[in-house]
């Protein structure tokens, strides 16, 4: 089984919302973060919300009061509650895991780990 896998994601109206699951399986559960990544064609990775080991989260300024990252430690899986969502949220998510001490947060150099991604499409 591959290390990190997405689902949750689809095609949702402005406003609806849609939640992300990521499990979570084998060493990357021993990360040090965790992380939400979404990607338009023809650009970089964006952050979007991360966790540290201590709880810590962090979120870009596009995904605050909107999306909400939480943990399920007996189910091993990542959650990205996404609500009212909108047109400019639509992109490839994905779920990766820092497996390095530390947390590079919302920057997607420090992560070791990266899931295959799941779509969501956002129509207004």
């Known amino acids: 089984q591959a290390p990190l896998v997405e689902s949750g994601g689809g095609s949702v109206q402005a406003g609806g919302s849609l939640r992300l699951s990521c499990a979570v399986s084998?060493?990357?559960?021993?990360?040090?973060?965790m992380g939400w990544f979404r990607q338009t064609p023809g650009t970089g990775r964006e952050g979007v919300a991360a966790?540290?080991?201590?709880?810590?989260?962090y979120y870009a300024d596009s995904a605050k009061g909107r999306f909400t990252l939480s943990q399920d430690n007996a189910k091993n899986t990542v959650y990205l509650q996404m609500n009212s969502l909108k047109p400019e949220d639509t992109a490839m998510y994905y779920c990766?895991?820092?497996?390095?001490?530390?947390?590079?947060?919302?920057?997607?150099?420090?992560?070791?780990?990266w899931g295959q991604g799941t779509q969501v499409t956002v129509s207004s």
């Open positions: 990766a895991a820092r497996l390095a001490p530390g947390c590079t947060a919302l920057m997607s150099y420090g992560y070791d780990v």
């Open positions: 084998g060493y990357t559960y021993t990360s040090n973060c």
């Open positions: 966790s540290n080991r201590d709880g810590r989260s």
